[in-house]
């Protein structure tokens, strides 16, 4: 590339009036060709100038990104909470601290409520981190077809039958519903004590239905992603809306939805929001298309009644404890694939199971066959049963306990 400063110089045309017609004719033929070859050399210098300017550009556009990155080199992560008049209000994670900050306009209009930001240390928002960020796939767990089937789950069919009606039925046969002129219920609520069977009833009904099970637990979202929750919640409907058909599952659902208490803490407004996003999803769902939504909790006396509303958890099924017919059920499930000497009376050790839940009675089944192990036999007895039930009585003491009698 020549860059020479100075331009060719421009050519003159030079008539003499002695010239013959013919001379003069020739003089105008050359400096025509002259004008020409001036011009593709300007040409030329314009196309190397052009080639030159870009260049120089992408030379500065990096080095203004870099001086961006030297700017903002440690940037800190916060969460929008709200977006006002004055400017958004943010909170940083780590510490509970609400600080009403602005934004670069070309950031303006992505923004929304529960989103995660990179903020600078005059906590002016750089940048909007990605919906796909290590949180969702860790607050979330997602199942294509859970292996878990009704036959599966002992003494609660009748339970079985509702959450079928209520999710199975809409997600099989819309068409039905749409005739008859009826609308499914909104989101069918769990409720019981621990270890009865909640989850893996909803996991049956999305494997039975063949749907996408994505599941999320109340409790983790206000103790380990703090200051994420609503935005959480929003992601759970996204993936189940590209998911679907996909049953969504909120465990402990009460830890995100309980009774307004009267502390004012932050940590109750950051639950409350929580709440909100979950109420407000679940009030937009009719156009949601395949998803069933499903919750569980062992402390329904705690739930705010704003959720128990007509078009959101409005089919309450009672999960209660197993009775002896339920029990000796469970506990076949649970034996079916152990060697169990042909002698033991099933239903002499659901008996004496009084008041143990579904999760107590696997673990009593798993426990008589480590101790037949442990006896050197291969044939599971009717004594090892009861050695694991009071083993199991022991070891559960009182915590369980409390738990069941709370309920
Ligand atoms: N009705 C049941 N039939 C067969 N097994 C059961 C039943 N209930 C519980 N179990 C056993 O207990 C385990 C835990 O049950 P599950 O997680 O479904 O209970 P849950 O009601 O959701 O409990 P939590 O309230 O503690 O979340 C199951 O994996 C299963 O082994």
Known sequence: MSHSPSLPDRPRLELDPEMSEAERLEAIRQHYRRIVHVNDELEDRLEDAQGRRGDLKTDVDELKRENEVLK?????????????????????????????????????????????????????????????????????????????????????????????????????NPEQFETVGVEPPSGVLLHGPPGTG??????????????????????????????????????????????????????????????RTDSKTSGDAEVQRTMMQLLSEMDGFDERGEIRIIAATNRFDMLDEAILRPGRFDRLIEVPEPDTEGRERILEIHSQEMNVADDVDVSEVAADLEGYSGADIASVATEAGMFAIRDDRTEVVQEDFERAREKLQDVEGTDEQVIHYQY
């Open 72 to 172: 903002t080199s440690s940037l800190y992560i916060a969460s929008v909470e709200e977006m006002t008049e004055d400017g958004v209000v943010i909170k940083q994670h780590g510490n509970n601290q609400e600080v009403l900050t602005q934004t670069a306009t070309r950031l303006d209009a992505d923004l929304r409520p529960g989103d995660r930001v990179a903020i600078n240390d005059s906590f002016a928002i750089q940048q909007v981190l990605d919906d796909e960020t290590d949180s969702r796939a860790q607050a979330m767990e997602v199942t294509e077809s859970p292996d878990v089937e009704y036959a599966d789950i002992g003494g609660i069919d009748e339970q079985i039958r509702e959450v079928r009606e209520a999710v199975e039925d809409p997600l099989e």
């Open 198 to 259: 909640k989850t893996m009833l909803a996991k049956a009904v999305a494997n039975e239905s063949d749907a996408t099970f994505i599941k999320m637990a109340g409790s983790e979202l206000v103790r380990k992603f703090i200051g994420e929750g609503s935005r959480l919640v929003r992601d759970l409907f996204e993936l189940a809306a590209e998911r679907e058909p996909a049953v969504i599952f909120i465990d402990e659902i009460d830890a995100v939805a309980s009774k």
